[in-house]
């Protein structure tokens, strides 16, 4: 039985519509990976198309960016690295499903050569990406269940702790996040653009924003919780750098099942981080016990609707306040 994991995730800033280059910087980080024995390699949302661009794309021009999974010739490029190293890679794109519909997914490429791909569950990109209906969690050759929440996946409560209950015992969670425009008052704000551009000349003043409300201090009201209350591990990826209008902020950060940092970066350039997990921790972890703790059968309201229920992009984008719950 597998009692640790060396695992590594990492921040980059991509470049929209640039596979071939995005893929270039995601071989560099494996190969590098591969040097310090990782096992389990995380990289963040929609790495290898680019991000935030898509949502001023044409219909005909997401539908050339995507990729059908089994003749992905981006995973092509990925999976034999899996199997080489003897590593789990994690990667997002944009998945050509069926019948014409489109996801932003996340494959995650295993060393035996299989794949597991989680479609985002509440997808808001652009009109022709379609959300996802079902969790991704799955068996590792190291005998330890992972699961895959892509970004806002990881900020509803329910999903990880599904995710949890189906036995997830480490999270993987690409995201694209931080400094993007809250229309709460006292949510996340973007960072300056100007503070990237300058990032070389004035490297403090880009890490005193990606330290700071808008980057780690948002991160810090949750995602700790996330891993604490579920008693897993949250290995957490995330873009960096401009992305169209917005800047993101990195903090590519790995957590324990006590809602711990063990490794992290602020820096505001590409940045892989590494932790040793120790799976001893999960069976005794505060998380674990709550759950064996539920009462199920007071919980039925959690999946009644309540009326006031919208579609992630609704929910996320519109400038009215959200209903009063309850009765």
């Known amino acids: 039985m597998t009692t640790s994991l060396r695992a590594a995730t990492v921040q980059f800033h991509h470049r929209a519509n640039d596979k071939n280059y995005n893929l270039s910087v995601i071989e560099g980080f494996i190969a590098q990976a591969a040097t310090e024995h990782i096992q389990v390699l995380v990289f963040p949302e929609m790495c290898i198309t680019g991000y935030w661009h898509v949502r001023h794309l044409s219909d005909g021009e997401i539908a050339a960016l995507a990729e059908p999974i089994a003749t992905s010739p981006s995973l092509a490029r990925i999976r034999p690295l899996a199997e080489r190293y003897n590593m789990a890679i994690g990667v997002g794109l944009i998945e050509q499903g069926e019948e014409g519909k489109y996801y932003n997914a996340y494959a995650v490429c295993l060393p035996d050569g299989t794949l597991h791909v989680h479609r985002k569950l509440h997808a808001f990109e652009h009109p022709a990406i379609a959300s996802g209906d ?5 068996d590792t050759p190291w005998g330890v269940r992972m699961g895959v929440l892509i970004c806002w996946d990881n900020n509803l409560v329910e ?13 993987l969670a ?4 931080g400094g993007t425009h809250s229309r709460s008052p006292h949510g996340m704000k973007p ?8 990032r070389l000349e004035n490297p403090a003043a880009i890490e005193a924003a990606f330290r700071g409300e808008h980057g780690r201090g948002w991160l810090l009201r949750w995602l700790p919780a996330r891993a604490h209350d579920n008693g897993l591990f949250v290995l957490f990826s ?3 750098g401009r992305d169209d209008d917005e800047v993101r902020t990195g903090n590519a950060m790995i957590l324990d099942p006590y809602g711990r940092i063990l490794a992290e970066t602020w820096v505001a350039e590409n940045k892989m981080v590494i932790a040793e997990l120790d799976l001893s ?5 505060t998380g674990r016990r709550w759950i064996h703790g539920r009462r199920p059968a007071l919980y039925e309201i959690l999946t009644q609707p309540q009326g006031y229920e919208r579609d992630a992009r609704t929910a996320r984008f519109s400038s009215e306040p959200g209903q009063k719950l309850g009765k």
């Open 281 to 285: 921790l999960i069976p005794l972890s």
């Open 174 to 177: 690409p995201h694209q996040t």
């Open 159 to 171: 999903n990880v702790r599904a995710t949890a209950l189906l036995g997830a015992e480490v999270l």
């Open 191 to 198: 960072i300056p653009l100007e503070l990237w551009q300058q």
């Open 238 to 240: 995330n873009g960096v």
């Open 134 to 138: 079902s969790f991704t969690v799955f």
